[in-house]
C-alpha cells in the first residue's frame, strides 16, 4: 500500500511529524513501512510555462521553436522535441538552472543552431514512472489545465513535492488497504482524531428503479449489493490534484468517471466499477454463478472462459463482469458515455480468491476482496463516487439507491482482563493507560473493575479473541517498552556440541585465509549425481522432480560448485575461491530413508596472489589447494595423522590428484581438474578437494603438549638420494623418520631433479634432516650413526643411492 502523506493529512493532523518519523513510529507499532520516497527525486526549478508561439525548427524536422512566457518577465525561446508540444499550452518548464531527477542541471544550450533557455518536460523526465503516465501524454510532453497559473510550481501542481510511505502489510491488516484506514492507524499512534470525508449528494427528482433492477442468484457469494445512476456525464481527464494521488498511489489516469472510481478504492477500501449505462443491454443486474463454458472478454481484451466456481454480473443474459476483479469490455465506460451505473457490492473472499487464482488475473480490486473489506462502507463509497461524479463530470445523480441486502453479521464483542494483560506482556499497565489505547483506536468498550469489554468495529475483521485485543494494547503501548525477562527454567543455557563448534571453527578458518562459502541445492541431474562421489550408492531419486536438472540427491558437493564457477567466469569473475559443507544421500536399501553424510569441498581458480605494483602474481596450483587442507588439518590437531597418497579418480587430472587418508583411512581428495572437465565448464587451470568432515570432525584428537625450545644446538645433514621415478617422496620421507629414531626432530625436501646427468629412468630428492636432543650436546659420531642407519635403511627399502 503507497501511501501519500499530503493526502494523509487530509484525514489526520500530521504538525510536527515528518514523513520520515511518521514512518518510524507506524513501523514501531507492527506495520513495516518498507520506504519513504521523495516523489520530486531531488528536481526543482520547474515551474509552468505558456507555449505563445511554436514554429518549426529551421534546420531539424522533429524540432519546434518555441517562444514560452514562465512567468518571469519577457518570454524564453526554448527547442522542444515532443511531438504534442503546440501554441497555447500550458506546460512544464525546467528553467535554466533547474535540476532535474538523476541530478541532471539544465543550462543554456544551442541545439541546430538555435539558442534554448530551459526545457520542456515529459512527466517521465521529472521522475513519474512511464506505466503511470496517462496514455494521451506517454510518447510528450504533458500539459497542464489552462487554469494553472503561469510561473507556478509545477512539481507543487503534479504533487510531486509529497512523500510517499510504502506499508509492507500482513494479510491479517487488510484495514489499512485504503487511506482512511491508515488514517485510523496513524490516529491511534499518535492520540489524534480521524477527519472522515463528508458527502453531499444532491439528486434530482427521478427514481433510480425506473432504470436498473438487481437480483442476486448467489446470496452466499454476493450478500451487499448496491448500485446509483449518474446520467448526463461528460468524460474528460480528471482533475490535476486526483490525476496525481492516483499516480502517486501506482494507478495511472484515465478519465473522470474512472478515476473517481479508483480513487475511491484507495480511499475507502471499497472497490467500484462503473457501467456504461446504455451499453449493459438490459434494465436489470443479475449476480449468479457463470455456466460451464461461459466467456467474457474482460477490460484487458482478453477472452477468458469461465466456470462454476466464478462470479460473474450480467445483464440477465450475459455476463458483463467478472465480480470483484475486472469489468467486461462490452459494459466499459468510453469517451461517448453520458449515464454511468456505479457498482458497490460486498463479495465474499473465497468467491473471488477463486476466480482471481483461477484466471491468473490479479487486480486493486480483487486484492482488496480477497482480504477482506469492510461492508459497513458499501454504501458510504457509492454515495461518494456519486457525488464526485456530479462535481467533476458535470453529471446529475439519480434519486434513490437499487441494493439487495441479506448480509447476516453479527457484532464481535471480546472481553479481556487488565490483568491478563499484563501477565501476558509482562508488564504493569495501569487500566487507565489501556482505557486511552482503546479509546485512541476508537473501540467503543466499558470497564467493570478492570475487566474491559470491547466492541470491535467492522473495519478491523482481524480482531476476535482476546489475544488480539492483548496484541493491540502492546504495539501501541510501544515494544520498545516492554520488559526483556528471560525464562524461568532449570536447564542450563544452551550451546554448542563439540562438533559443532569445530564445524564453525573450519568454516572461520577456510574464511580467514580467503575462501567464500557457497550454499548450493542437495538435488542434481542423474548425470552429475555421483561424479566426485566420495562414497558411491544407487543414485535416489525424487518422485515428482520439478526438472530433470534437479531429480536425484547429490553424492557430492564439487559438481554444484563448479557450476558457481562457471556462472561467476561466464560474469568476468575470473579469481573464485568457494567452499560449501553440506550433506550428500547415500541409498541404505529399498524402503529406507537414505543416510546423509556432512562433506566439505571446495573449488579454487584464477589467481590466488597478486600484487601488481611490484609485478608479482601467483596463479593457484596444487600446492595452494592442499596448503589449505594442511593448515586445516594443523587447526584440527590432525597434522600427524594425514598422509597424501598419489591417486587417479574419474574427472580429475591422473598426475595432480592425491587421496587423503586419515589414521590410513581415505577420508578424502584433492587435485586438479580434468582438462576435459575444465573445457566443459569453461574453466581455466581449476583445483578442487572435497573431504569426509564427519570424519575428521569427530576424530579423537589429543590434549596438545607443549615442549620447551630446545637449549642445546642441533645438527643438520643432506642428503641427495637417487632412487626410481615411480618412487614417492612420501614413501621415502616416511622411512628416514622412522630409521632416524628420537633424535631425527625435522625432515623436509628441498630439490628434486630430473636431467642428463642421471640415468634413465631415475630422479634425484634431496632432503635436509635436522638432529638434536633436548637434553645434551650432541657429538659428530653419534649423528653420523643414525645418519648411516638413514642411509641404508632407503638403499634397503628403495634401492637409493647417494647422488655424487
Given at each position: 500500500m503507497f501511501v501519500s502523506y499530503k493526502w494523509l493529512q487530509e484525514y489526520v493532523d500530521l504538525t510536527g511529524i515528518t514523513a520520515k518519523e511518521l514512518a518510524d513510529r507506524i513501523t514501531k507499532s507492527g506495520i513495516e513501512v518498507e520506504s519513504v520516497e521523495v516523489l520530486n527525486k531531488g528536481a526543482k526549478g520547474v515551474v509552468v510555462g505558456h507555449v505563445l508561439e511554436r514554429e518549426q525548427h529551421p534546420n531539424a524536422d522533429k524540432l519546434s521553436k518555441c517562444l514560452v512566457d514562465i512567468g518571469e518577465g519577457e518570454p524564453v525561446q526554448i527547442i522542444c522535441g515532443a511531438p504534442n508540444v503546440a501554441k497555447g499550452q500550458k506546460v512544464a518548464v525546467a528553467k535554466v538552472g533547474a535540476v532535474l531527477p538523476g541530478g541532471l542541471k539544465i543550462k543554456r544550450a544551442k541545439l541546430r543552431g538555435e539558442e534554448s533557455n530551459g526545457m520542456i518536460c515529459s512527466l517521465q523526465e521529472l521522475g513519474i514512472e512511464s506505466k503511470l503516465v496517462p496514455k494521451e501524454y506517454a510518447d510528450g510532453?504533458?500539459?497542464?489545465?489552462?487554469?494553472?497559473?503561469?510561473?507556478?510550481?509545477?512539481?507543487?501542481?503534479?504533487?510531486?513535492?509529497?512523500?510517499?510511505?510504502?506499508?509492507?502489510?500482513?494479510?491479517?491488516?487488510?484495514?489499512?488497504?485504503?487511506?482512511?484506514?491508515?488514517?485510523?492507524?496513524?490516529?491511534?499512534?499518535?492520540?489524534?482524531?480521524?477527519?472522515?470525508?463528508?458527502?453531499?449528494?444532491?439528486?434530482?427528482?427521478?427514481?433510480?428503479?425506473?432504470?436498473?433492477?438487481?437480483?442476486?442468484?448467489?446470496?452466499?457469494?454476493?450478500?451487499?449489493?448496491?448500485?446509483?445512476?449518474?446520467?448526463?456525464?461528460?468524460?474528460?481527464p480528471s482533475p490535476l490534484w486526483m490525476q496525481a494521488r492516483l499516480m502517486a498511489a501506482g494507478i495511472r489516469p484515465h478519465n473522470n468517471v474512472v478515476d473517481i472510481t479508483n480513487y475511491i478504492l484507495l480511499e475507502y477500501g471499497q472497490p467500484l466499477h462503473a457501467f456504461d449505462y446504455d451499453r449493459l443491454g438490459s434494465k436489470e443486474i443479475v449476480v449468479r454463478r457463470a455456466k460451464a463454458g461461459e466467456t467474457i472478454v474482460t477490460l484487458d481484451d482478453t477472452k477468458r472462459t469461465l466456470t462454476e466456481d466464478h462470479l460473474v454480473i450480467t445483464n440477465g443474459t450475459e455476463p458483463v463482469a467478472l465480480a470483484g476483479v475486472m469489468g467486461g469490455a462490452n459494459s466499459e465506460v468510453r469517451d461517448d458515455t453520458t449515464t454511468v451505473f456505479i457498482e458497490s457490492a460486498y463479495f465474499t473472499s473465497p468467491a473471488i480468491r477463486k476466480a482471481s487464482k483461477d484466471l491468473g488475473l490479479r487486480s486493486e480490486a480483487s486484492t482488496r476482496f480477497e482480504k477482506g473489506i469492510d461492508p459497513a462502507r458499501t454504501k458510504e463509497a457509492l454515495d461518494r463516487a456519486a457525488a464526485l461524479m456530479a462535481e467533476y463530470a458535470g453529471g446529475e445523480v439519480i434519486g434513490g439507491v437499487v441494493e439487495v441486502n441479506t448480509l447476516k453479521e453479527q457484532e464481535v464483542t471480546v472481553t479481556v482482563t487488565l490483568d491478563r494483560i499484563n501477565r501476558v506482556l509482562g508488564t504493569a499497565i495501569t487500566k487507565d493507560e489501556v482505557a486511552a489505547i482503546l479509546t485512541n483506536l476508537q473501540f467503543a468498550f466499558t470497564e467493570n473493575n478492570g475487566t474491559f469489554t470491547i466492541t470491535v468495529p467492522s473495519r478491523r475483521r482481524d480482531i476476535s479473541i482476546e489475544e488480539d485485543i492483548i496484541e493491540e494494547v502492546a504495539r501501541l503501548y510501544g515494544y520498545d517498552r516492554l520488559p526483556a525477562t528471560l525464562p524461568v527454567a532449570e536447564a542450563k543455557p544452551g550451546k554448542l556440541t563439540p562438533y559443532q563448534a569445530k564445524r564453525r571453527q573450519v568454516r572461520r578458518y577456510l574464511e580467514d585465509v580467503g575462501l567464500f562459502q557457497a550454499i548450493t541445492y542437495s538435488l542434481t541431474s542423474a548425470e552429475k549425481a555421483t561424479m566426485f562421489a566420495l562414497e558411491t550408492a544407487e543414485p535416489i531419486r525424487l518422485a515428482l522432480p520439478m526438472s530433470e536438472e534437479r531429480s536425484v540427491l547429490r553424492q557430492s558437493l564439487i559438481p554444484h560448485l563448479l557450476e558457481v564457477a562457471s556462472y561467476n567466469r561466464a560474469r568476468q569473475v575470473e579469481n573464485i575461491a568457494v567452499y560449501e559443507t553440506g550433506a550428500v544421500y547415500l541409498a541404505s536399501g529399498e524402503n529406507e530413508l537414505p543416510s546423509e553424510k556432512e562433506r566439505l569441498a571446495g573449488i579454487i581458480t584464477g589467481v590466488w596472489h597478486a600484487h601488481l605494483w611490484q609485478g608479482e602474481k601467483k596463479a593457484v596450483d596444487f600446492y595452494v589447494a592442499k596448503g589449505i587442507l594442511d593448515g586445516l588439518f594443523e587447526l584440527l590437531g590432525l597434522t600427524n595423522r594425514i598422509e597424501y597418497k598419489q591417486a587417479k579418480r574419474e574427472h580429475m587430472h591422473?598426475?595432480?590428484?592425491?587421496?587423503?587418508?586419515?589414521?590410513?583411512?581415505?577420508?578424502?581428495?584433492?587435485?586438479?581438474?580434468?582438462?576435459?572437465?575444465?573445457?566443459?565448464?569453461?574453466?581455466?587451470?581449476?583445483?578442487?578437494?572435497?573431504?569426509?568432515?564427519?570424519?575428521?570432525?569427530?576424530?579423537?584428537?589429543?590434549?596438545?603438549?607443549y615442549a620447551p625450545i630446545p637449549r642445546f644446538p642441533s645438527i643438520a645433514r643432506d642428503i641427495a638420494l637417487v632412487v626410481d621415478e615411480n618412487v614417492v617422496a612420501g614413501e621415502l620421507q616416511k622411512a628416514i623418520i622412522e630409521a632416524g629414531g628420537s633424535l631425527l626432530k625435522e625432515v623436509s625436501i628441498f630439490d628434486v631433479y630430473k636431467g642428463d646427468r642421471l640415468p634413465d629412468g631415475k630422479k634425484s630428492i634431496a632432503f635436509s634432516l635436522r638432529y638434536y636432543d633436548p637434553e645434551r650436546t650432541l657429538t659428530d659420531e653419534e649423528v653420523t650413526a643414525v645418519h648411516e642407519k638413514v642411509i641404508q635403511a632407503v638403499k634397503q627399502q628403495f634401492g637409493a643411492t647417494l647422488r655424487g
Open positions: 510532453i504533458f500539459v497542464f489545465p489552462s487554469d494553472a497559473p503561469v510561473g507556478a510550481d509545477a512539481l507543487e501542481l503534479l504533487n510531486l513535492d509529497d512523500e510517499v510511505l510504502e506499508l509492507g502489510l500482513t494479510p491479517n491488516r487488510a484495514d489499512c488497504l485504503s487511506m482512511i484506514g491508515v488514517a485510523y492507524e496513524v490516529a491511534a499512534i499518535l492520540g489524534r482524531n480521524v477527519k472522515l470525508p463528508v458527502t453531499e449528494i444532491q439528486e434530482n427528482g427521478e427514481n433510480v428503479h425506473d432504470y436498473i433492477s438487481v437480483r442476486v442468484d448467489a446470496p452466499e457469494d454476493n450478500p451487499v449489493y448496491a448500485g446509483r445512476i449518474v446520467k448526463n456525464v461528460k468524460i474528460g591422473p598426475g595432480r590428484t592425491a587421496d587423503i587418508l586419515l589414521d590410513g583411512k581415505t577420508v578424502g581428495f584433492v587435485g586438479q581438474l580434468h582438462p576435459v572437465v575444465q573445457k566443459e565448464y569453461d574453466l581455466k587451470e581449476t583445483y578442487v578437494f572435497e573431504l569426509a568432515l564427519a570424519d575428521l570432525l569427530n576424530a579423537d584428537v589429543e590434549d596438545i603438549r
